[in-house]
């Protein structure tokens, strides 16, 4: 094992791990897209006048689905030492500790980037079309905050 953290052997762990885990995260992100769609489109077709209410469902929603993801990603980040098989390689590997910490924590915090741009990407077409079936004087509807 090598104790020092090289950005080199870093770029490495990080090809690695994505190089293992691209069809898995794409996938995710395809269920996350089309739970998104199916949670969002009841409220949307239904909305024909503002209301906060609209507001307090998306928060739910996003704070629900927030959680559900953020457990399959974790449970995905530690699917690596799940079983000696996979395991033993994995700690074997040649890279510092630090160096498998930050490659975690950067898809961590990517996870973050994407949940959050899917869901105010989603958000925004919605609103959009709530928009477009409210009359003009009370399109008061806002992304959410």
């Not at 995710?28 to 949307?44: D, E, F, K, R």
């Not at 909305?47 to 209410?53: K, L, M, R, W």
């Not at 399959?72 to 500790?97: H, K, N």
């Not at 958000?123 to 928009?131: A, K, Q, V």
């Amino acid at each position: 094992m090598h104790p020092t953290f090289d950005l080199r052997r870093f770029g490495l762990v990080l090809q690695l791990h994505l190089s293992e885990h691209i069809r898995t995260y794409g996938l995710g992100i395809g269920v996350l897209v089309g739970t998104w769609i199916v949670l969002l489109a009841p409220s949307t077709a239904r909305t024909d006048h503002f209301g906060e209410n609209v507001y307090r469902f998306h928060g739910i929603l996003f704070s629900f689905l927030f959680g559900g993801f953020g457990a399959w990603f974790a449970s995905e980040a530690f699917r690596v030492i799940s079983t000696p098989l996979r395991g033993i390689p994995q700690l074997m590997l040649p890279a510092s500790q630090l160096e498998k910490f930050v490659a975690s924590l950067l898809m961590l915090l990517l996870y973050v980037l994407v949940f959050i741009s899917v869901f105010y990407a989603l958000e925004g077409i919605c609103f959009l079309i709530i928009n477009a079936k409210i009359p003009p004087p009370n399109r008061a509807t806002k992304y959410l905050i």
